[in-house]
């Protein structure tokens, strides 16, 4: 450049050349999280779409280490320093139905801190990943880990450095790095690296899957994962060996087996996650709970647990069927549909054990228009459905007039009354109930029977009985529902849900064998279950 300017004429040769000018450094610009939105209904949707457990999900969250931004509403993975402060953010955009989603870390982010959880003194390993989703699909697959993992956002290995500067403690590394090439070279350099500085380093590779997201959503979601080609695949067809063998068919057999049942041990576990999450819902919130009994009258063939599950997986799910059963009422589930579908259990009758299925809400199919029983009052169904219902009381049935709702069970003379003068739909609710008192009470053999304690599950058997037959009837009062659930965890709180559901469904099922006697049918090949 010199050169040029001396002999264009730019400068004179006896001038002095300009001194250089120092480069300014740019300054690091602060770091603040994005202000959160109101709710994380967007992180949900779309960690549990990516076969993320719900509890892992909330345990994130409330461990602050998750959340949804208000703007863009990208789940906000937040990482955390040594004191808690945090220092780090990666962002990811839950709308991908364009390809990937948008991907980046806040400004000002620490990247030698990424994102991690917590170190517990107790245990000499951590377990290292490429992203927050791994990590959390990884916390999915093996839900006893909590603490002593970190994710690089990337293969930056400072946030290990890190990480292993402020637990000295530490002994052992696991690289649960991508099974990709660049995964597979990272974790060769990392491990020899590390190695050397007298870590004790093993490598973990998702398999089969590029990583362990795409791992999770093959043993939990089903998706398939397109398998790498062997050596063998790619010979030409005449150096093929033209004899089978044997041995290593059988052993292909066997491991493809084991995978399966390990598979399906894995989505049974993802799904017992969901419904318990959803019973844990049920059981806190009034709100919920009454919708569950609406649930429950529109779908008397699904169990509690099962109807739990569907309340959770599609918030606005009315009436559901599995595929089969929508075709068989003359309706069909949308193409754009499909896989939309919502998981429950289900018997399977050529071994007898549980599968998972899809169930469809109303709204994702077209065809007939659906029959919904409607008893009337004064009319011959609406007589043969109150016989058939007194026929399901414990105790004897006397007529008693001016009776305040209806209906009584009286403990002490073991007997039930009836208000002959009440109107045929208030008769059939109130005696609901009040059988259901009964059968609580069972003839004194209860002794821990009051009426108080049993009052809102008789009321709920009553009225997911009345919904189920069209009969209109207000909701039971639910300003105590809480109490029913005191002292009960996990599938105590399922059981007292259970024990509304078999009430109801048994004399149900007699009333509407009664009104119209069923066909004989074709054994189905599932059955509803759990």
């Known amino acids: 450049m010199n050169y040029l300017l001396e002999f264009n004429g730019c400068r004179a040769r006896d001038s002095p050349a300009p001194r250089p000018q120092p480069v300014q450094a740019k300054e690091k610009p602060a770091f603040a999280l994005p202000i959160a939105h109101t709710d994380q209904r967007r992180v949900f949707a779309y960690l549990q779409k990516r076969g993320i457990a719900p509890q892992v999900i909330r345990g994130f969250i409330e461990a602050g280490l998750l959340y949804e931004d208000s703007l863009y509403h990208n789940c906000v993975f937040v990482g955390r320093d040594s004191s808690g402060k945090p220092v780090f953010a990666s962002k990811r955009g839950t709308c991908d139905l ?37 990590l959390m699909s990884f916390c999915t697959l093996h839900r006893q880990v909590r603490s002593n993992a970190i994710a ?22 696991i690289l649960c790095l991508d099974a990709d090439a660049p995964g597979r070279e990272a974790a060769e350099k990392l491990q020899a690296e590390y190695e050397q500085k007298g870590y004790t380093v093993s490598v973990r590779l998702p398999a089969p899957g590029k990583d362990w997201n795409e791992l999770l959503q093959n043993q939990v979601l089903g998706r398939d994962i397109p398998a790498p080609k062997s050596k063998r695949s790619q010979l030409k067809k005449e150096e093929r060996e033209s004899v089978a063998d044997l041995e290593k068919l059988i052993s292909d057999k066997t491991i493809a087996d084991a995978q399966r049942r390990e598979q399906q041990q894995a989505d049974q ?26 649930m429950q009258g529109d779908n008397p063939a699904y169990s509690a647990g099962n109807i739990a599950m569907v309340m959770h997986q599609n918030p606005e799910a009315t009436v559901v069927f599995t595929r089969d059963r929508w075709k068989d009422r003359g309706r069909f589930v949308l193409e754009a549909e499909q896989d939309k579908g919502c998981k429950i259990f289900v018997r399977s009758a050529p071994r007898r054990d549980y599968i998972l299925t899809d169930t469809f809400d109303v709204a994702q199919t077209q065809g007939r228009d659906i029959w919904r029983p409607h008893l009337e009052d004064n009319t011959q169904e609406m007589e043969t459905a109150l016989a058939t219902l007194l026929n399901y009381s414990p105790v004897p049935v006397i007529a008693q007039e001016g009776l305040d709702g209806g209906a009584y069970y009286d403990p002490q003379d073991v007997v039930l009354a009836v208000d002959p003068g009440c109107s045929d739909s208030e008769a059939f609710g109130a005696i609901a109930a009040e059988i259901a008192q009964a059968r609580y009470h069972d003839r004194g053999f209860n002794w821990g029977y009051s009426r108080e304690s049993c009052e809102l599950s008789a009321q709920s058997v009553a009225y997911t009985l009345c919904r189920r037959f069209g009969i209109s009837r207000e909701l039971p009062d639910l300003s105590r529902m809480q109490d029913m659930f005191v002292g009960r965890y996990g599938r105590g709180k399922l059981e007292v849900l259970n024990n509304i559901r078999s009430m109801s469904r048994q004399i149900g099922s007699g009333i509407q064998k009664s009104l119209a006697p069923p066909q004989r049918a074709a054994p189905s090949v599932n059955r509803d279950a759990r």
Do not use: M, W
């Not at 990337?154 to 590394?173: A, F, S, V």
């Open 98 to 134: 364009n390809g990937p989603g948008f991907k980046g870390d806040a400004a000002g982010s620490d990247k030698n801190v990424a994102f991690r959880l917590p170190c517990d003194p107790a245990l000499d390993h951590v377990a290292v990943f490429e992203a927050p989703v791994d």
């Open 152 to 173: 690089l956002c990337g293969l930056y290995q400072g946030p290990l450095d890190t990480y292993l500067r402020e637990n000295p403690h530490l002994k052992r590394i």
């Open 269 to 294: 576990g993802f799904a017992v996650s969901i419904r318990d999450e959803g019973v844990d819902r049920i059981a806190t919130d009034p709100e919920l709970f009454a919708r569950y009994l609406n």
